[in-house]
């Protein structure tokens, strides 16, 4: 499985932003796909992942924030953004393992990362 994520870039505080993962590569029917971000001197985090079923969980600093999502069509998983903040400042990665979402804030779970793609919020 391979990741390429597009779609960061500065924003004003409040602004919103829409990031994209394009997948490729097979997946099994049970698999996990989601969103970490790593900010200046901080540990990488979970920010929102969704499981093969459609069921989304979200870290809770950015309930009623972010919106995950994904177009199976496309291989495309998506993570809307609004209302961004300064804290949201991070490099973002989309991550993925073929197995479910259980304990999906632990990156070492993740088998297959894209490179990253920064977002700034000023």
């Known amino acids: 499985v391979q990741l390429v994520e597009s779609g960061g870039g500065s924003v004003q505080i409040g602004g919103s932003l829409r990031l994209s993962c394009k997948w490729s590569?097979?997946?099994?029917?049970?698999?996990?796909i989601g969103w970490f971000r790593q900010g200046t001197g901080k540990e990488r985090e979970g920010v929102a992942a969704?499981?093969?079923?459609?069921?989304?969980s979200y870290a809770d600093s950015v309930k009623g924030r972010f919106t995950i999502s994904k177009d199976n069509a496309k291989n495309t998983l998506y993570l809307q953004m609004n209302s961004l903040k300064p804290e949201d400042t991070a490099m973002y990665y989309c991550?993925?393992?073929?197995?479910?979402?259980?304990?999906?804030?632990?990156?070492?779970?993740?088998?297959?990362w894209g490179q990253g793609t920064q977002v700034t919020v000023s």
């Open positions: 590569g097979t997946a099994p029917g049970s698999n996990c």
């Open positions: 991550a993925a393992v073929l197995l479910s979402c259980w304990n999906w804030t632990n990156v070492t779970r993740y088998d297959y």
């Open positions: 969704i499981d093969s079923d459609g069921s989304t």
